[in-house]
């Protein structure tokens, strides 16, 4: 079998983290051969092409074929999964009304492209950001697919929030599970440790006996680390961050594809789940079953929790309400 994968943006830095993980196998098995279609812009196109050579040069068995265009039509042909990485960052001093409306050009005819071009069943990840949205409004141009196969990467977010537990505990970060992320890729995000596991049992003793008082340590140490992680590495490194972020994305279409065997997290549709709006691209606990997204029902957020997720999705109905005003969607 032969996956068709289109990632947007390839030229750029995350693209270039991403490929060569794709190409050898990292991403959907040892067994599955995989064709990938880079599109860029024109700026990018030189870039991309270069990739383009230095994957053959990898040599990789599971690549069977690579094509590097400017044409969306072209870009997203038979596309089984499509990684929306290239996006308009923000600029200094600009807006986010002009951030949404810069994004808007480029994921409304992105989604557009993928109902006209795609597999019927094609699975589409956006990455770039403001992710949550740039989601939302590829869903609402790609007429015909259904917004359950639209997610928004924030499975960094949970990498960075088992890491920052596994690290807080002194544990290895493998036996730190259920850390899910919900609302906005944002700083609002809730990184949520209220149902955590570290070795099949329950965080919160561990955690009193480590840290003291738990609330305390939630909110002034933990929360703004996890959210405040992107600028960390900003600071430390002088660049975004790149690595991780392209290991994340593995990690979610991987969870995607393939299944999972605990929650893990997704920006996904709501359909009024725990109270958010439907048809809001909102990150929540979730499982993949048989290649589809379930959001883990039946938790209890206690009154801490419920406060800060409330407060995330707010900015999510703020965003979607600014672009619905722009007629993005
Ligand atoms: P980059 O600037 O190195 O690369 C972006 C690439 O996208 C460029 O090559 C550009 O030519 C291309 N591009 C722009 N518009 C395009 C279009 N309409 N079609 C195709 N390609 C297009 O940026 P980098 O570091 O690779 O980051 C990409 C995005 O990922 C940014 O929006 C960043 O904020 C986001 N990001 C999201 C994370 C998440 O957890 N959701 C984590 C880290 C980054």
């Given amino acids: 079998m032969t996956t068709t994968i289109t990632i947007t943006g390839a030229g750029g830095q995350i693209g270039y983290a991403l490929l060569f993980r794709i190409a050898a196998g990292?991403?959907?098995?040892?067994?599955?051969?995989?064709?990938?279609?880079?599109?860029?812009?024109?700026?990018?196109?030189?870039?991309?092409?270069?990739?383009?050579?230095?994957?053959?040069?990898?040599?990789?068995?599971?690549?069977?074929?690579?094509?590097?265009?400017?044409?969306?039509?072209?870009?997203?042909?038979?596309?089984?999964?499509?990684?929306?990485?290239?996006?308009?960052?923000?600029?200094?001093?600009?807006?986010?009304?002009?951030?949404?409306?810069?994004?808007?050009?480029?994921?409304?005819?992105?989604?557009?492209?993928?109902a006209a071009n795609a597999a019927s069943g094609v699975r589409v990840t956006v990455v770039g950001n403001p992710a949550n949205t740039n989601a939302l409004i590829a869903a609402a141009a790609a007429d015909g697919v259904p917004a359950e196969q639209f997610s928004a990467l924030t499975r960094l977010d949970e990498n960075r929030a088992r890491a920052q537990l596994a690290a807080a505990l002194e544990v290895p970060v493998a036996s730190v599970r259920r850390v899910p992320i919900w609302g906005n890729h944002s700083a609002t995000q809730f990184p949520d440790v209220g149902h955590a596991l570290i070795d099949g049992r329950p965080a919160a003793d561990a955690l009193a006996a480590r840290v003291g008082d738990v609330d305390a340590w939630l909110g002034e140490t933990f929360i703004p680390r996890v959210a405040g992680r992107g600028a960390e590495i900003i600071s430390v490194r002088g660049s975004s961050s790149v690595a991780s972020a392209a290991s994340a994305t593995i990690d979610h279409v991987r969870s995607w594809a393939l299944g999972t065997d605990d929650w893990t997290s997704a920006g996904v549709v709501s359909h009024g789940e725990y109270g958010v709006p439907e048809g809001l691209i909102c990150s929540?606990?979730?499982?993949?079953?048989?290649?589809?997204?379930?959001?883990?029902?039946?938790?209890?957020?206690?009154?801490?929790?419920?406060?800060?997720i409330d407060a995330s999705v707010a900015e999510l109905v703020d965003e979607r309400d600014a672009v619905r005003r722009l007629g993005l969607i």
């Fill in 284 to 308: 929540f606990p979730v499982e993949s079953v048989a290649g589809r997204w379930r959001i883990v029902e039946g938790l209890q957020p206690d009154a801490g929790a419920r406060t800060r």
């Fill in 26 to 114: 990292d991403m959907l098995g040892p067994d599955e051969h995989v064709r990938l279609r880079l599109l860029e812009i024109p700026a990018g196109l030189g870039a991309a092409e270069g990739a383009a050579l230095e994957l053959q040069d990898g040599a990789f068995p599971l690549l069977d074929d690579v094509e590097v265009t400017d044409d969306p039509a072209v870009g997203f042909a038979g596309a089984d999964h499509a990684l929306l990485v290239g996006s308009r960052p923000r600029g200094p001093g600009m807006e986010r009304g002009d951030l949404l409306a810069a994004n808007g050009a480029i994921f409304g005819p992105q989604g557009a492209a993928i």
